[in-house]
């Protein structure tokens, strides 16, 4: 492998062109191609963003022998089958969250994995945030003592279309694949692996989740609630309480700039840290700088994380009667 990272595109929608401008904040980072099932998609991707080829069809890229990994930025149900066929052909993935539709498609990917040795990441930018990075190097500090309780919130009101991605049940539409995935990752981030998943709501005439909330629950009296809708915005907040104090993490949690730690019997304790670029550069600079030294996986999002999120979605999808699947025929 090069001293260059060089990266492919698959998928050129909303969240693609939103990562896109990262990659010139990237050091030893490229991306020079990026395919979609449409030709004339993929050429005006790349002829927007400079990129040296343009793919009709995913087997194609995957077969490219000069990209060393791939980000995967298409609906969540095609997720699995493009990172086990770029697992295949010896490539690293950057899988975006959530990393697929469903627990057993997420065991695949990593199984495989491990398998090959290659490596593969979710892409939960969360976690990378600057603001996020010093959230945890205060409670791993003792700042506000034992973390007992996590509050999270991630919503927004869609007036209901069924021809839109986001309530399509089989292209992974529902509240929780897009944005329950974040308050399911902060909490786990914090708190672990939960003993119990319990969740409430409702789902839309297509079948796919409305809105969310949900408590885990841990043997020893730890929990979380959360809160996830398509049906109403909310307010992006989240709140990760201790023994001896509190973090609120200001709007919106999961990209944020500002931390305010509160100790007891302190003042308040106003804390900033920007992004750099539009927020997306921190996960490529870890896929980047992992790759460069030959890890498997990132030790700050690493795949047993990944698998735990995606059960406890899964475990919640199954009570609100929610059923996704991974799509077939996507290459």
Known sequence: MS??????IVGPGRIAESVMPDFGVTPDARA???ASRSQERADAFAARHGLERAYGSYAEIVADPDIDVLYL??????????????????KAVLVEKAFTATTAGATEVVDLARETGAFVMEAMWTRFQ???????????????????SVQADLGVAREYDPADRLFALELGGGALLDLGVYVVSFAQMLLGTPDRVVATGSVFPSGADAEAAILLGYDDGRNAALTTSLRYALPGAARVVGTTGWIDVLPRFHHPRTIV?????????????????????????EVTECLRAGRTESAVMPLADTLAVQ???????????VRHTEAVDVL
């Open 3 to 8: 001293n260059e990272i060089r990266w492919g």
């Open 32 to 34: 020079v191609a990026v």
């Open 73 to 90: 930025a298409t609906p969540h149900p095609q997720h699995h089958a493009l990172a086990m066929a770029a697992l295949r052909a010896g």
């Open 130 to 148: 600057p603001a996020v990075v010093e959230l945890r190097r205060l409670v791993a500090d003792g700042a506000i003592g034992e973390v007992r």
């Open 261 to 285: 730690l509160h100790r007891q019997g302190a003042e308040p304790e106003e804390i900033t840290r920007p992004q750099t670029g539009a927020g997306y550069a921190h996960e490529l600079i």
């Open 311 to 321: 059960d406890v979605l899964g475990q919640a999808a199954d009570q609100l009667g």
